[in-house]
């Protein structure tokens, strides 16, 4: 039986071909935990992932979880009946510690190969939430994830286009493009301030041009 009561059928017999990585924001696990399972919170993930290491299956992987709310990526609106929501303990403040992000390598690795999913499908909730969402924030090690296979990163000496059009064929939702900015910039350049510039660019054109959001054509 799921731990969670809070799920649904997959809408359009979709199937899952997005990873989707939050934080709990919450003081402990347990009352993560606690949460994700409570009817009347109305929300839920298919895993949590404690700061020790532990996995719990909240949801099945088949069903839907209540994990993304608005939002899209590329030409994905529904995100939640095409994704697996991966919650990580954690205050949202604090690093995330080595028996956790242990845990989520292969968690992300088994999930991968279950379902096909690409390293370019691993995306934070910050990613299709630009400016709602700011998990799992500056402190996660996306550039580990991306040694490992299991997500995507920036290459230098790409050459330049104009940002917006990168970002959109990543797969960031239209927004004001500071909102768009701050988002990819929260999980590929953390500490940059200030406005747009040429690594920006460079990077984002990158990102695109190997990794074109749903092959380079949105779908519904």
Not at 95 to 113: H, V, Y
Not at 134 to 160: H, I, K, N, T, Y
Request: a negative charge.
């Amino acid at each position: 039986m799921p731990a969670s009561p809070n799920f649904g059928e997959r809408r359009g017999c979709a199937r899952p071909d997005l990873i989707v990585i939050h934080y709990t924001a919450m003081a402990s696990c347990a009352e993560a935990r606690d949460r994700l399972c409570d009817p009347a919170a109305e929300v839920s993930a298919h895993y949590l992932i404690s700061e020790t290491g532990e996995i719990e299956a909240l949801v099945p992987e088949e069903a839907r979880a209540w994990h993304a709310g608005a939002g899209t990526w590329g030409g994905v609106t529904d995100v939640n009946s095409r994704s697996i929501g991966i919650e990580l303990a954690n205050t949202g403040d604090a690093p995330f510690p080595e028996p956790q992000m242990a845990a989520l390598e292969r968690l992300i690795a088994d999930i991968m190969a279950r379902w096909q999913i690409p390293p370019e499908r691993v995306i934070g909730h910050s990613d299709m939430a630009p400016g709602r969402k700011q998990d799992p924030g500056p402190r996660f090690d996306w550039r580990r994830l991306a040694l490992s296979g299991l997500s995507v990163w920036p290459e230098s000496g790409a050459g330049e286009a104009p940002l917006a059009a990168s970002l959109t064929r990543i797969g960031y939702p239209d927004s004001a493009p500071d909102t768009r900015l701050a988002a990819f910039r929260l999980r590929f350049r953390p500490h940059a301030t200030g406005p747009e510039d040429a690594v920006d660019r460079a990077l984002a054109a990158g990102l695109a041009f190997r990794f074109p959001v749903d092959g380079g054509a949105l779908d519904a």
